[in-house]
């Protein structure tokens, strides 16, 4: 790892007790760990100076902290807990206060947590990899843009629109974008993802991501739905979601993977391939959180 | 509460937590010498800490907790504003 290297040099110096699980996490998988961080730390520092691997470094420790308390509360209560999602509106995606922090932890941990970095080499290899030449890709809920943005990075002929509903995270998507230089080929936009319509047969999309969306709203099956619609025959979608993962805004629990698979049947598509991954849990722990990312195609 | 008094049982507390010896732990021990000091087991060892010597820590202090010294350090400011 080159660049990427300085996220994980700043978590040393702000949170020495994340930095140790990181370093191994990245130690382990070094090709899925630069794969993300060298790019990102290249278009971070354009976009908001040398200064921001200290905020992302704090933004992660901060956001690894509350997941902890979380799932302590989970195993104590039995079920999420989440607030009315007029609050978790109010401060967490409208809130660029808490969003943006959140935006760094976000992305970080699919380097940086063990259950997460499996969905990068599956992401890399069986979703960009296989796609078609000049692939048109959508990503659904987009948030910080990097998954998006890794797209036209690793495949160059690929173009890419990305969606989200919070203003903040878009912000941040569309300051990565323009330090990237790929702005010609890469756009992100506030948009509701359940709303979105093919308008033609044609206009639809080689690759679809939806990742780590579905668990923040009450009910996924629309989203899958605006994936159905806009999948074209032959494309593939990148699914990812959290499984026991009790967080401040994860409002809709699943407890197993066929339940996640199931969702992806109902609306007319079927797994090709998976991972699902459960981080460390206290031996006596009722719950494994883990998270599981899988590729789709219409059935 | 002395220091000594104070050192001697956050030690304990961080034996009990991460399952090792006493005398394995000094005031540099830190997350690089012990595996299971992750994120969660952070957040089990400041619920431990604070049930220990009857107090709450804040998301900053719980970052302060960086390694076995910082804690005796930052318990024994707490224990003396408490006093």
Known sequence: MNEGQKFLDALAASARMMAATAKRTCADHPEDAAFLLDPLARWSERAFGDEIFDKAAKGYARYSL?????????????????????????????????????????????????????HLRLYRTHFLGRLPESPRILELGCGHGVLGLLAAEHRHDAG????DLSPSAIDIALRLRTASGFGERVSFEVHDATTLDPQ????????IILAMLVE???????????????????????????????????????????????????????????????????????????????????? | MDQQNIESRVIGVFAEQFSVAD?????????????????????????????????????????????????????????????
Not at chain 1, 78 to 103: A, K, N, Q, R
Not at chain 2, 40 to 67: C, K
């Open chain 1, 66 to 118: 509350h997941v902890a308390q979380a799932q302590k509360l989970y195993e104590e209560r039995g079920t999420y807990t989440p607030e009315s999602l007029e609050e978790i509106i109010e401060g967490v995606y409208d809130d660029p206060e808490y969003m943006v922090p959140y935006m760094w932890a976000a992305v970080l941990i699919y380097a940086f947590w063990p259950s997460m970095i499996d």
């Open chain 1, 160 to 163: 890419v629109r990305g969606i």
């Open chain 1, 200 to 207: 033609s047969a044609s206009d639809s999309y080689d690759g």
């Open chain 1, 216 to 299: 923040h709203v009450l009910d996924p099956s629309p989203l899958m739905a605006a994936v159905k619609r806009n999948l074209a025959p032959d494309g593939s979608v990148f699914f990812s979601t959290a499984i026991e993962s009790p967080q401040r805004d994860h409002v809709f629990e699943f407890h197993w993977e066929s339940e996640v698979i199931r969702l992806a049947e109902e609306n007319g598509l079927r797994a090709r391939s998976m991972v699902s991954e459960g981080s460390r849990s206290h031996p006596e722990a009722q719950f494994r959180p883990r998270a599981i990312a899988t590729i789709l195609e219409h059935t």
């Open chain 2, 23 to 83: 005398s394995a732990i000094t005031a540099t021990t830190g997350p690089e010498e012990i595996e299971a000091w992750d994120s969660l087991n952070h957040m089990s060892l400041v619920a431990a800490l604070e049930a220990e010597f009857q107090t709450s820590f804040e998301v900053e202090e719980i970052m302060e907790l960086e390694d076995v010294g910082a804690t005796i350090n930052l318990i024994g400011r707490k224990v003396r504003k408490a006093a």
